[in-house]
């Protein structure tokens, strides 16, 4: 793209931050192991609904958060640790891993929101590595888990209330975190709160 190779997405992101909505350039691809060329114009981004101010946004966000906690703690009321823990075969996380991977990832979002605050763009956070997994899930219970994933949670709305006046005038910015905290973080969440209940189906029946 722009005479940049696009092998991955943090140099996608390169090309796209150099370039504004209209500007064209040429974008080679290949097709059935031909290479082709066409020009590509850039389009605006839908602007998502974000609320003006951070206290409004912080407060949306917590909504959202308290909303997707009523479905977590209905998946792990009363689900006995053997089962929250219990390995399953292949390559899948267990109930605790799914809930581990929810907090780490949760630490993630609020080192992303900081190093946007501070005008820096992080290329990317760690893939979800098993070691990192599996050492969250061993330091606590299931029940831990669940408040460590709150408390986790309710730091990233103080950050979002906490975001300084500068961030907030640099609009791309602001409505770029608005735009995660609102729709790609919760998604994010409800996707995983999906695969965290066929876990605990998988080891309940893996388990006997």
């Known amino acids: 793209m722009a005479g940049i190779d696009t092998d991955s997405f943090p140099n996608m992101q390169k090309v796209l931050r150099e370039h504004q909505a209209g500007d064209t350039f040429d974008v080679s ?7 082709h060329t066409s020009e590509m114009t850039l389009s605006k981004r839908p602007t998502p609904d974000v609320p003006d101010t951070p206290a409004e946004l912080s407060k949306a966000a917590e909504k959202l958060y308290n909303e997707l906690n009523e479905e977590l703690e209905e998946l792990v009321t ?15 996380w267990n109930p605790k891993q799914v809930l581990a ?38 330091s ?7 408040e460590a994933f709150k408390h986790s949670e309710m730091e990233t709305v103080r950050l ?8 907030v005038n640099r609009k791309a910015t602001y409505i770029q975190i608005g735009f995660n905290a609102l729709v790609f973080f919760p998604n994010h969440t409800q996707g995983h709160l999906n695969d965290l209940r066929q876990a605990i189906d998988d080891a309940r029946q893996e388990a006997g």
């Not at 691809?29 to 290479?35: S, T």
């Not at 009363?78 to 899948?92: H, Q, R, S, Y």
């Not at 949760?106 to 605050?117: D, F, K, L, P, Y």
Request: aromatic fraction near 10%; proline fraction near 8%; avoid cysteine.
């Open 140 to 146: 606590y219970t299931m029940g831990e888990l669940v």
């Open 78 to 92: 009363d689900l006995p640790e053997a089962v929250a823990e219990f390995e399953l075969p292949g390559d899948k």
């Open 101 to 138: 991977h929810l907090l780490t990832n949760e630490r993630s979002s609020q080192m992303w929101i900081a190093s946007m605050v501070d005008n820096q763009y992080l290329s990317g956070w760690p893939n979800n590595p098993l070691p990192w997994i599996k050492s969250v899930a061993e």
């Open 160 to 167: 979002l209330a906490n975001l300084p006046e500068e961030t």
């Open 29 to 35: 691809f290949y097709r059935n192991g031909e290479q």
